[in-house]
């Protein structure tokens, strides 16, 4: 059993940044470390989609729309994700959510102001 908790959203203007984290814990927390990561986000009315990957050998994959302004990186000896966010736009305001495996968190609100 692993569950996995992201914090770090909020309200912010656009330009400004925001970091996202990912905790893993449970009994399993430990394929979390051995484990491809990724960050989705749902927006209204939209589909959810994949932002940003990192897997158990630090390669790391972006969408397009994102390349450039935000960077994911883990600390295993944490069992986290994070996702920093720089620059941002009022079209990343969304739902974002910890993916692994089969496991999703229960996702933290980013909300972008013009």
């Known amino acids: 059993q692993v569950q996995l908790v992201e914090s770090g959203g909020g309200l912010v203007q656009a330009g400004e940044s925001l970091r996202l984290s990912c905790v893993a814990s449970g009994s399993s927390r430990f394929i979390f470390r051995l484990s491809t990561v990724g960050w989705y986000r749902q927006a209204p009315g939209k589909q959810r989609e994949l932002v940003a990957a990192?897997?158990?050998?630090?390669?790391?994959n972006y969408a397009e729309s994102v390349k450039g302004r935000f960077t994911i990186s883990r600390d295993n000896a944490k069992n986290t994700v994070h996702l920093q966010m720089n620059s941002l736009k009022p079209e990343d305001t969304a739902v974002y959510y910890c993916?692994?495996?089969?496991?999703w968190g229960q996702g933290t609100q980013v909300t972008v102001s013009s």
């Open positions: 990192i897997t158990r050998g630090d390669s790391t």
């Open positions: 993916h692994f495996q089969l496991n």
